[in-house]
């Protein structure tokens, strides 16, 4: 992959991030599959998400889950 390229991918890993996910899965050469499966475990989040009452919960664990996700980007940089 060009520097170019990788530019573009990095500017899109920010805005979501299964789209990162499937760039991980691009670069091994099996994205789709691996796209497929992060936007359901999106959707099963969300619906979890809907099913409790408690918002503050979330909160951390959409934290915790930002924090891996930065970590993974400053290696891939």
């Keep these: 992959m060009d520097k170019f390229a990788k530019h573009l991918h990095l500017s899109k ?3 979501k991030r299964y789209v990162r996910k499937m760039v991980y899965e691009d670069i091994r050469g ?3 599959l691996f796209y497929d ?3 359901s475990a999106a959707e099963e989040r969300r619906t979890r998400q809907n099913d ?7 909160a951390e664990e959409q ?12 290696v891939v940089e």
């Excluded at 409790?52 to 979330?58: A, E, K, L, N, S």
Aim: some cysteine; hydrophobic content about 15%; overall charge negative.
């Design 13 to 15: 890993w920010r805005k």
């Design 52 to 58: 409790r009452t408690i918002g503050d919960g979330d």
């Design 63 to 74: 934290d915790s889950c930002d924090e891996e996700s930065e970590t993974e980007e400053n």
């Design 30 to 32: 099996s994205y789709l």
């Design 37 to 39: 499966k992060e936007i």
